[in-house]
DNA sequence: CTATGAAACTATAATCACTATAGTTTCAGA
DNA sequence: TCTGAAACTATAGTGATTATAGTTTCATAG
């Protein structure tokens, strides 16, 4: 396999990259469902058979990386993170740059954010992006802790930090919102103790 | 308004009760994707279009009850909770007794049930449903802790209570799961303090 | 009792996402 | 240079869902 990739995949990434082009374009400028499958091909000059055969999950998936990045981002996060800081600690400081959590980004992805952000459908579909990366995340998790990755609780945590940025996302402060979550998840809910 | 219904109403139900009753045989019979919404409307004896009129949501919605009971017993189970007893455990105990987290259902609703579990689909819709709680429940679990039904770490209780069906509900010993879930969510993730 | 309007229902046609088929072009590698 | 796989095309189809326009059925005001 070659370092630079080959005139075919090159041409494959630039039909993909036409898609999204076309696809984030016209949503922004007529929303997600006042635009057709049938005008981003058009506009990509591409056959609509062909749209599909790069987005082999539908019209949602069209402005999304197909790659698995998302989920090797938090895993990095707690495998190198400082010694003696914690798991959790880990993951709130690497949502905290990500994603709806930060002011910190090019217009063209801030447009895009808000895109998603304020379409349910890409919303959803977002969130099983992130849940798509579940189990890696458990794995990692529980590589730390000396669990076992099937344990119920360790899928559970990663469950509940992967639904985080939906969960916060919409927020008008949403960081605050995600430290407030995070603060549940380490230390519980806080139910005062029966008194008799 | 009286006490019975009248006879349109009548109707109405009846028809509403048979698109569910052929929806839940013939998917049980041939599966969600190998039945179409044609033949569950012949089958109930009405147009299409009056099946639509009936299931705004769609085809998943059919097999379910279109009321918002679902919310209600959660509700319900925290205010009505012997005093002493944490609102968490109410909601475990309430829990504990539905949807996949018994094994004491007559046939026909444990073939519903596990429809729907088998089914990506109507689980992912059997989700929205609960999640569609998500606000009353927030609104009981912060009238009794003195808090804000706005407090993002009420609403994220509230949410991650209502995903515990589709997070447990999947493994081999459902009731187990959900109970690993209720401690993370009571007592938080245990983590060792850092050591420096 | 009856007229009237709303609600439920119907058939029909359309839209739109998505899939299947079969054939064409284009590149990579033997 | 030959060959096969991969990317692409047009075309036609399926299936969910909506829109339209008209019909039947019930509730109820007069």
Known sequence: MATT?????????????????AALRLFSEHGYDGVTV???ADEADVSIATLFAHVPDGKEALIFDDGADRQVWLVTAIRDRPSGQS????LRRCLAGRGPFTEDLPPDLRR??????????LREYSRKLWIAGEGALAEAIAAESGRDPVDMTVRALARYVLEIPELAGTEADSLAAM??????????????????
Chains 1, 2 share one sequence.
């Open 5 to 21: 990739m080959g005139r075919r995949e090159r041409k494959k990434a630039q039909t993909r990259r036409a898609l999204s082009d």
């Open 38 to 40: 049938a005008q981003i």
């Open 87 to 90: 798991v959790l600690e880990a």
């Open 112 to 121: 895009k954010r808000d895109l998603i952000v304020g379409t349910p459908a």
């Open 179 to 196: 430290n407030a979550i995070f603060d549940l998840l380490e230390s519980g809910w806080p139910e005062p103790p029966m008194d008799a």
